[in-house]
Protein backbone atom coordinates (compact mmCIF):
# COMPACT_ATOMS: atom_id res chain seq x y z
CA UNK A 1 0.00 0.00 0.00
CA UNK A 2 1.02 3.56 -0.95
CA UNK A 3 1.58 5.92 2.44
CA UNK A 4 -0.75 9.15 1.24
CA UNK A 5 -1.35 12.06 3.48
CA UNK A 6 -4.19 14.74 3.15
CA UNK A 7 -5.05 17.60 5.42
CA UNK A 8 -8.77 19.36 6.49
CA UNK A 9 -8.44 23.12 6.99
CA UNK A 10 -8.09 23.38 10.48
CA UNK A 11 -4.75 22.79 10.89
CA UNK A 12 -2.93 22.96 7.46
CA UNK A 13 0.63 24.01 8.74
CA UNK A 14 0.94 21.01 10.94
CA UNK A 15 0.23 18.70 7.73
CA UNK A 16 3.11 20.55 5.93
CA UNK A 17 5.14 20.06 8.99
CA UNK A 18 4.06 16.06 9.18
CA UNK A 19 4.87 15.76 5.40
CA UNK A 20 8.06 17.61 6.00
CA UNK A 21 9.71 14.71 8.27
CA UNK A 22 7.78 11.80 6.90
CA UNK A 23 9.54 13.23 3.00
CA UNK A 24 6.41 13.35 1.08
CA UNK A 25 3.80 15.59 -0.56
CA UNK A 26 0.18 16.38 0.79
CA UNK A 27 -2.47 14.79 -1.17
CA UNK A 28 -4.71 17.01 -2.85
CA UNK A 29 -8.38 17.72 -2.55
CA UNK A 30 -10.62 20.58 -2.60
CA UNK A 31 -12.95 21.87 -0.14
CA UNK A 32 -15.36 24.37 0.51
CA UNK A 33 -19.14 25.47 0.95
CA UNK A 34 -22.05 25.89 -0.90
CA UNK A 35 -24.19 28.99 -0.68
CA UNK A 36 -26.39 26.83 1.51
CA UNK A 37 -23.69 26.63 3.97
CA UNK A 38 -23.26 23.15 3.58
CA UNK A 39 -19.49 21.58 3.29
CA UNK A 40 -17.99 19.85 0.16
CA UNK A 41 -15.24 18.11 0.13
CA UNK A 42 -13.22 16.48 -3.35
CA UNK A 43 -10.08 14.21 -3.35
CA UNK A 44 -8.52 15.06 -6.10
CA UNK A 45 -6.11 11.98 -6.92
CA UNK A 46 -6.47 8.31 -6.86
CA UNK A 47 -6.80 6.80 -3.43
CA UNK A 48 -7.29 3.29 -4.39
CA UNK A 49 -5.66 0.48 -2.05
CA UNK A 50 -3.81 3.57 -0.53
CA UNK A 51 -2.79 3.58 3.58
CA UNK A 52 -4.35 7.11 3.79
CA UNK A 53 -4.01 9.41 6.95
CA UNK A 54 -6.53 12.30 7.10
CA UNK A 55 -4.77 15.10 9.68
CA UNK A 56 -7.84 16.98 11.41
CA UNK A 57 -7.59 18.59 15.34
CA UNK A 58 -10.26 20.23 16.78
CA UNK A 59 -10.50 23.89 16.70
CA UNK A 60 -12.84 26.17 16.14
CA UNK A 61 -15.03 26.48 14.35
CA UNK A 62 -15.52 22.74 15.97
CA UNK A 63 -18.82 21.40 14.67
CA UNK A 64 -17.02 22.85 11.24
CA UNK A 65 -14.17 20.85 11.23
CA UNK A 66 -15.66 17.70 12.56
CA UNK A 67 -18.25 17.13 10.02
CA UNK A 68 -15.75 18.42 7.36
CA UNK A 69 -13.54 15.65 8.81
CA UNK A 70 -16.24 12.87 8.55
CA UNK A 71 -17.04 14.20 4.55
CA UNK A 72 -13.33 13.49 3.89
CA UNK A 73 -12.62 10.16 5.32
CA UNK A 74 -16.58 9.27 3.55
CA UNK A 75 -14.93 10.22 0.31
CA UNK A 76 -11.82 8.24 0.83
CA UNK A 77 -13.82 5.24 1.98
CA UNK A 78 -16.07 5.32 -1.34
CA UNK A 79 -12.80 6.14 -3.24
CA UNK A 80 -11.49 2.71 -2.38
CA UNK A 81 -8.59 3.35 0.04
CA UNK A 82 -7.56 0.31 1.62
CA UNK A 83 -6.96 1.75 5.30
CA UNK A 84 -8.27 5.13 6.71
CA UNK A 85 -6.12 6.70 10.02
CA UNK A 86 -7.68 9.72 11.14
CA UNK A 87 -4.86 11.91 12.91
CA UNK A 88 -6.53 13.85 15.69
CA UNK A 89 -3.68 15.67 17.19
CA UNK A 90 -6.33 17.43 19.31
CA UNK A 91 -9.77 15.21 19.96
CA UNK A 92 -13.10 16.97 19.18
CA UNK A 93 -15.18 16.92 22.42
CA UNK A 94 -12.87 15.36 24.59
CA UNK A 95 -13.63 16.68 27.84
CA UNK A 96 -17.52 15.29 27.37
CA UNK A 97 -15.84 11.65 28.22
CA UNK A 98 -18.52 10.71 30.68
CA UNK A 99 -22.58 11.69 32.36
CA UNK A 100 -21.77 13.59 35.76
CA UNK A 101 -24.85 15.60 35.48
CA UNK A 102 -28.75 14.43 34.25
CA UNK A 103 -29.77 14.19 30.96
CA UNK A 104 -26.23 15.33 29.41
CA UNK A 105 -24.43 13.46 26.49
CA UNK A 106 -21.52 11.98 26.19
CA UNK A 107 -20.44 13.58 23.34
CA UNK A 108 -16.89 12.12 23.04
CA UNK A 109 -18.22 8.39 22.58
CA UNK A 110 -20.93 10.11 20.00
CA UNK A 111 -17.81 11.10 18.12
CA UNK A 112 -16.26 7.83 18.11
CA UNK A 113 -19.50 6.24 16.59
CA UNK A 114 -19.52 9.05 13.83
CA UNK A 115 -15.69 8.48 12.74
CA UNK A 116 -16.36 4.53 12.81
CA UNK A 117 -19.41 4.80 10.54
CA UNK A 118 -17.87 7.44 8.35
CA UNK A 119 -15.10 4.53 7.56
CA UNK A 120 -12.27 4.66 9.58
CA UNK A 121 -10.26 2.05 10.52
CA UNK A 122 -7.57 3.66 13.05
CA UNK A 123 -7.22 5.75 15.28
CA UNK A 124 -4.21 8.35 15.93
CA UNK A 125 -3.98 11.19 18.66
CA UNK A 126 -2.39 12.81 21.56
CA UNK A 127 -2.92 13.00 25.25
CA UNK A 128 -6.42 12.84 25.31
CA UNK A 129 -8.31 14.48 28.36
CA UNK A 130 -9.48 10.58 29.65
CA UNK A 131 -7.74 7.61 28.36
CA UNK A 132 -11.30 5.50 29.03
CA UNK A 133 -12.08 7.58 25.23
CA UNK A 134 -9.94 4.91 23.48
CA UNK A 135 -12.28 2.30 24.91
CA UNK A 136 -15.52 4.31 22.73
CA UNK A 137 -13.87 2.67 19.43
CA UNK A 138 -14.20 -0.79 18.35
CA UNK A 139 -10.92 0.37 15.71
CA UNK A 140 -7.45 0.37 17.25
CA UNK A 141 -6.51 3.80 18.83
CA UNK A 142 -2.63 4.63 18.87
CA UNK A 143 -2.59 7.62 21.89
CA UNK A 144 0.37 9.82 21.61
CA UNK A 145 1.83 11.48 24.35
CA UNK A 146 3.81 14.89 24.73
CA UNK A 147 5.58 14.40 28.16
CA UNK A 148 9.03 13.30 26.42
CA UNK A 149 8.89 16.78 24.62
CA UNK A 150 8.01 18.72 26.92
CA UNK A 151 10.00 17.32 29.59
CA UNK A 152 13.17 17.63 27.22
CA UNK A 153 12.01 21.11 27.08
CA UNK A 154 11.74 21.91 30.81
CA UNK A 155 14.81 19.56 31.73
CA UNK A 156 16.25 23.22 32.23
CA UNK A 157 14.62 23.98 35.30
CA UNK A 158 16.19 20.93 36.90
CA UNK A 159 18.89 23.12 38.48
CA UNK A 160 15.90 25.36 39.76
CA UNK A 161 15.07 22.76 42.34
CA UNK A 162 11.41 22.90 40.97
CA UNK A 163 8.43 21.38 42.43
CA UNK A 164 6.09 19.39 39.50
CA UNK A 165 2.68 20.43 40.45
CA UNK A 166 -0.56 18.31 39.19
CA UNK A 167 -3.80 20.78 38.84
CA UNK A 168 -5.93 18.01 40.46
CA UNK A 169 -5.86 14.35 41.77
CA UNK A 170 -6.43 13.30 38.19
CA UNK A 171 -3.32 14.55 37.13
CA UNK A 172 -0.93 12.94 39.57
CA UNK A 173 -0.16 10.34 37.35
CA UNK A 174 1.75 12.86 34.95
CA UNK A 175 2.76 15.07 37.53
CA UNK A 176 5.17 11.72 38.66
CA UNK A 177 5.78 11.16 35.04
CA UNK A 178 7.05 14.78 34.96
CA UNK A 179 8.86 14.90 38.50
CA UNK A 180 10.55 10.99 37.79
CA UNK A 181 11.83 12.59 34.12
CA UNK A 182 13.26 15.77 35.53
CA UNK A 183 14.38 14.76 38.76
CA UNK A 184 11.79 17.03 41.00
CA UNK A 185 9.17 16.07 44.15
CA UNK A 186 5.47 16.30 43.55
CA UNK A 187 2.63 18.79 44.90
CA UNK A 188 -0.95 18.61 44.93
CA UNK A 189 -4.15 21.13 44.25
CA UNK A 190 -7.20 20.28 45.43
CA UNK A 191 -9.84 22.10 43.93
CA UNK A 192 -13.75 22.31 42.72
CA UNK A 193 -15.26 23.66 39.64
CA UNK A 194 -18.03 26.13 39.45
CA UNK A 195 -21.16 24.67 37.79
CA UNK A 196 -20.33 24.13 33.74
CA UNK A 197 -18.45 27.81 33.70
CA UNK A 198 -14.79 27.76 32.56
CA UNK A 199 -13.53 28.59 36.08
CA UNK A 200 -12.63 26.71 39.65
CA UNK A 201 -12.21 27.32 43.00
CA UNK A 202 -8.61 25.81 44.29
CA UNK A 203 -8.85 25.00 47.77
CA UNK A 204 -5.82 23.15 49.35
CA UNK A 205 -2.36 22.36 48.19
CA UNK A 206 -1.01 19.07 49.20
CA UNK A 207 2.81 19.80 49.11
CA UNK A 208 5.74 22.61 50.01
CA UNK A 209 6.16 25.32 47.06
CA UNK A 210 7.27 28.54 48.72
CA UNK A 211 10.53 29.34 48.16
CA UNK A 212 10.64 27.45 44.96
CA UNK A 213 9.96 27.36 40.92
CA UNK A 214 6.95 25.31 40.18
CA UNK A 215 5.90 23.58 37.37
CA UNK A 216 2.30 22.88 36.71
CA UNK A 217 1.46 20.68 34.26
CA UNK A 218 -1.70 20.54 32.25
CA UNK A 219 -3.34 18.86 29.14
CA UNK A 220 -5.13 21.62 27.51
CA UNK A 221 -6.04 25.12 28.62
CA UNK A 222 -8.74 26.92 26.85
CA UNK A 223 -10.27 30.30 28.46
CA UNK A 224 -7.42 30.30 30.86
CA UNK A 225 -9.77 30.46 34.05
CA UNK A 226 -9.11 27.50 35.76
CA UNK A 227 -5.13 27.94 35.22
CA UNK A 228 -5.59 31.25 36.26
CA UNK A 229 -7.29 30.01 39.40
CA UNK A 230 -4.12 27.44 39.62
CA UNK A 231 -0.82 29.87 39.19
CA UNK A 232 -2.55 32.61 41.98
CA UNK A 233 -3.18 29.97 44.40
CA UNK A 234 0.45 29.12 43.79
CA UNK A 235 1.94 32.56 43.72
CA UNK A 236 0.09 33.65 47.40
CA UNK A 237 1.46 29.68 48.47
CA UNK A 238 5.49 31.32 48.06
CA UNK A 239 6.48 29.70 44.57
CA UNK A 240 9.10 32.36 42.89
CA UNK A 241 8.44 30.97 39.35
CA UNK A 242 5.54 29.26 37.45
CA UNK A 243 6.25 27.21 34.30
CA UNK A 244 3.36 25.67 32.93
CA UNK A 245 3.86 22.78 30.62
CA UNK A 246 0.56 21.83 27.90
CA UNK A 247 -0.25 19.91 25.38
CA UNK A 248 -2.83 21.77 23.76
CA UNK A 249 -2.86 24.76 23.46
CA UNK A 250 -6.71 26.15 22.68
CA UNK A 251 -6.66 29.34 23.96
CA UNK A 252 -9.91 30.60 23.51
CA UNK A 253 -12.03 33.45 24.81
CA UNK A 254 -9.68 36.11 26.82
CA UNK A 255 -7.08 32.90 27.65
CA UNK A 256 -3.86 35.31 25.62
CA UNK A 257 -5.33 38.66 27.64
CA UNK A 258 -5.03 36.33 31.08
CA UNK A 259 -1.79 34.77 30.80
CA UNK A 260 -0.11 38.06 29.64
CA UNK A 261 -1.62 39.77 33.03
CA UNK A 262 -0.67 36.89 35.09
CA UNK A 263 2.03 35.69 37.41
CA UNK A 264 3.37 33.09 34.85
CA UNK A 265 6.56 33.27 33.45
CA UNK A 266 6.59 30.76 30.97
CA UNK A 267 3.79 28.28 29.20
CA UNK A 268 5.28 25.44 26.73
CA UNK A 269 2.74 24.00 24.61
CA UNK A 270 2.59 22.06 21.54
CA UNK A 271 1.12 22.36 17.95
CA UNK A 272 -1.44 20.48 18.09
CA UNK A 273 -3.29 23.22 17.97
CA UNK A 274 -2.81 26.73 15.41
CA UNK A 275 -1.73 29.48 16.79
CA UNK A 276 -1.96 32.77 14.86
CA UNK A 277 1.50 34.45 14.88
CA UNK A 278 -0.17 37.59 17.12
CA UNK A 279 -1.19 35.65 19.29
CA UNK A 280 1.83 34.36 20.16
CA UNK A 281 3.27 36.70 23.46
CA UNK A 282 6.12 36.22 24.76
CA UNK A 283 5.51 34.17 28.08
CA UNK A 284 4.20 31.26 25.28
CA UNK A 285 6.66 28.69 23.59
CA UNK A 286 5.00 26.34 21.02
CA UNK A 287 7.12 23.30 20.14
CA UNK A 288 6.24 20.82 17.62
CA UNK A 289 5.07 17.30 17.61
CA UNK A 290 5.23 17.18 13.39
CA UNK A 291 8.27 14.65 13.89
CA UNK A 292 6.57 12.98 16.53
CA UNK A 293 3.25 12.67 14.55
CA UNK A 294 5.35 11.79 11.30
CA UNK A 295 7.58 8.68 13.28
CA UNK A 296 3.98 7.41 14.54
CA UNK A 297 2.79 7.60 10.78
CA UNK A 298 5.63 5.41 9.45
CA UNK A 299 5.53 2.93 11.81
CA UNK A 300 1.72 2.20 11.50
CA UNK A 301 2.67 2.30 8.12
CA UNK A 302 4.84 -0.53 8.21
CA UNK A 303 3.35 -2.46 10.96
CA UNK A 304 5.60 -1.25 13.69
CA UNK A 305 6.13 -0.75 17.21
CA UNK A 306 4.37 2.49 18.16
CA UNK A 307 5.00 1.94 21.57
CA UNK A 308 8.89 3.03 21.41
CA UNK A 309 7.63 6.31 20.98
CA UNK A 310 6.98 6.43 24.63
CA UNK A 311 10.29 6.21 25.74
Known amino acids: ME ?22 EEGRREIFKFSNDCTFVKILESVRNDDVYVIQPSCAPVNDGLMELLIMIDALHRASAARITAV ?22 LVANLLETAGIDRVL ?6 PQIMGFFSVPVDHLTSVPILSAYYQKLKEKDVVVVAPDAGRAKLARTYG ?27 GEVKGRPVLLVEDEIASGGTMMAE ?5 NAGATE ?14 IERIASSPITEIAVTDTLPLAPERRIEKITVLSVAELFAEAI ?14
Do not use: W
Request: hydrophobic share 40%; aromatic share 8%.
Open 242 to 255: IFVACTHGVFSGKA
Open 298 to 311: TRIHKGQSVSVLFD
Open 88 to 109: LPYFPYAKSDKKDQPRIAITAR
Open 231 to 235: AEFLH
Open 180 to 206: KLIGAPIALLDKQRVGNEEKVEVNHLV
Open 125 to 130: TMDLHA
Open 3 to 24: LKIFSGSAHPELAVRICRHLGT
